[in-house]
Every structure is written in C-alpha cells, then in structure tokens.
C-alpha cells in the first residue's frame, strides 16, 4: 500500500490547522444542514470503524460518534485524524486483503442493515473515498465562508490525474 491513504487524512489536518471554530462548528442553512465539523466527525467515524475491527475482523459503519468533540473542535478532529494516520501507517506493513464482515443501514424507510464480506484494502478504499467526496462539501462551505482551500481538496485521484494530463 502506498500512503495515498494517509495522505487523504493528511488533507483534512491541513485545512483544520486553519479554521476558526465558528467556520468549524457553523452549518450554512439552507444550502449545508451540517457543519464541517459534522462532515469531518463522519470521516473520521468511518475510518475508526476501519481500526476497530483490526481484532474483530467486523467493520460497523453504523456506530457513529454524533456531537462529539471531533464534531465541535478542530484541536479534537486533527487529534484523531492523527490517530488514524498513524495507523494507517501501521497496517501499510501488513497484508490487506484478509476478509471483513461490513455492516451499514441500507433502508432509508426502515431500521434494516446488510452484512456482507469484503476485505482491509476494499474498505480502505471506500473509507479515502468517502472522505474526499465529504472534503468537496467542506470545499464548498468554505468557499461559501469566503475562505480558500488547497488546489486539489475535495478532488477524486481520477480528476486530479485527468486535470494533469489535461494540463
């Protein structure tokens, strides 16, 4: 694995060491219902539930930290983005296709949930993924809050590879 990974975590960090914790903490109604903080909790859910089946081999989308510190401060969101990197780092060493069982609600009239397997890569992936399509919202609040942001923050590889090529 390369650290494409980490260097997904890394963009959040960066642009957390600069915010305010009003533009941290304010939901831009009625465009945003949520806050970049709520955008950042729900990365930093996703890949906690990627840590926490390290033992158990179960990976539970659905266990989230809602209005937690990570969601009310910058100083709680890089704390454990820096957690999540540095095991990120960490089970780079190891082998990644070993299988998962992954749990996520799936209906959105009903309380229902699939299980299914996967594997560390595929949901590593899912989780880098998830996490720059929220880092577009975020680009977009804070475009909205007149800030500006790094070149590629909220951009799919795929786009950043297209836009170079383009170039």
Known sequence: MSNSYVDVVQQAISVLNDIS?????????????SSI???????????????????????????????????????????????ISAWLLKVSKQPLNQTVLVTTEIDISHTQSA???STLERELVFAASHAIHHYSLIRIIRSMQGKSMPEFFGYAPATITHINKSA
């Open 21 to 33: 914790l009003n533009d941290y903490q304010k939901p831009l109604p009625p465009h945003f219902s």
């Open 37 to 83: 903080g709520a955008h950042i909790r729900h990365v930093v859910d996703h890949f906690l539930a990627l840590i926490g089946s390290e033992h158990s081999g179960e990976i539970n989308y659905n266990k989230r930290n809602r209005h937690g510190d990570v969601e009310q401060f910058p100083h709680a969101a890089i704390e454990k983005l820096e957690h």
């Open 115 to 117: 299980t299914c397997e």
